[in-house]
């Protein structure tokens, strides 16, 4: 898959997720890490490289995606990856401005 997660604290539930349905989509690696200060829901995301095309739609997939499952989770969340985007990126603007 690519993707790592590594932490000081235990992991519980590793799991790959799909962020789409077509073989060429990002997947996420998602698992909680126990902390001293409880659950914490974490997500490892790389996405794709907006060049054109394909990749591009990917990335604002990805990032829809992020953003959609936000509110899903009962304990607090961090979001770890690359997201090879700058602030001035639409789709990434719109992910922190849905995510909260």
């Known amino acids: 898959v690519g993707l790592a997660l590594l932490s000081r604290w235990p992991l519980e539930g590793a799991r790959v997720v799909a962020v789409g349905r077509a073989p060429t989509d990002p997947l996420l ?5 126990r902390t001293p200060q409880g659950p914490l829901e974490c997500l490892v995301l790389h996405a794709p490289h907006p060049t054109r095309g394909l990749r591009y739609h990917q990335q604002r997939a990805a990032f829809a995606h ?15 990856g690359d997201f090879n985007s700058t602030p001035h990126n639409h ?10």
């Open 29 to 33: 690696l998602r698992a909680v890490a």
């Open 91 to 100: 789709a990434f603007r719109a992910l922190l401005a849905q995510s909260g």
């Open 66 to 80: 992020l953003a959609r499952r936000r509110g899903r989770f009962p304990v607090p969340l961090a979001v770890f």
